[in-house]
């Protein structure tokens, strides 16, 4: 195999094992599914064109990059893992739900589109309440059964939300960055971690 051969091979590698790589981390990392493949969107949407890029430029002859299969096996393979990627993110869409977890310094809500950390010493108020209006989504996810993402309304301003639509009760965070608005699959979950969240915060 030749130099310019070899040199094919590598860019062809980094296309595809970097943005494979995020994706595998991002799921061993617990991250859930739908925002795993969001962010492998990303990565497959950025990294690869970068190394196509850096191709081209190191093959600067028109003859030679005509020649070339390594910006077909690139492109292609990217079409193909974004296509994986995007399927995948809308097949987990309706099947995700709302978690929360206390950790020993923040607390983090994760959910399509949502995927937060928030430590407690940046956290000046938290609230349950019923019957608060969401207002209307700037970015992110509207089910059937879930609401998540970007939202605005007129008492937050924009602010993340991650509800089911059959728990009407919801926990309000106030923060330093901003509202965090969730809360999880029935009533008595929500309060029962509204009620921890107050403990682990000394309120």
């Known amino acids: 195999m030749d130099k310019g051969s070899k040199a094919g091979l590598y860019y062809i590698a980094a296309a595809i094992l970097l943005p494979t790589a995020v994706l595998i981390v991002l799921i061993a990392w617990g991250t ?4 795993a493949f969001l962010y492998g969107i990303v ?14 430029l190191k093959n600067k002859g028109p003859v030679q990059r005509a020649m ?3 910006p077909r096996i690139i492109i292609a393979f990217t079409g193909v893992m974004l296509a994986v990627c995007v399927v995948g993110m809308l097949f ?11 950790n020993a310094g923040d607390l983090r809500v994760e959910a399509p589109f949502v995927d937060e950390s928030v430590q407690y010493s940046d956290i000046s108020k938290v609230e349950l309440r019923s019957g608060v209006s969401y207002g209307s989504r700037t970015a992110g996810y509207a089910g059937d059964s879930m609401l998540s993402g970007n939202y605005r309304n007129n008492e937050f301003g924009s602010y993340k939300l991650a509800v089911h639509r059959s728990t009407d009760e919801c926990i309000i965070v106030h923060h330093n960055g901003g509202t965090l608005v969730f809360n999880l699959d029935s009533l008595s979950k929500t309060e029962r971690f509204y009620l921890d969240l107050m403990q682990v915060r000394g309120a």
């Open 32 to 35: 859930s599914l739908s925002n």
């Open 92 to 102: 987990t869409l309706g099947s995700e739900s709302v978690s929360a977890e206390l």
């Open 43 to 56: 990565a497959y949407a950025v990294l690869p064109p970068i190394m196509l890029a850096a191709y081209f």
């Open 68 to 70: 070339s299969r390594v």
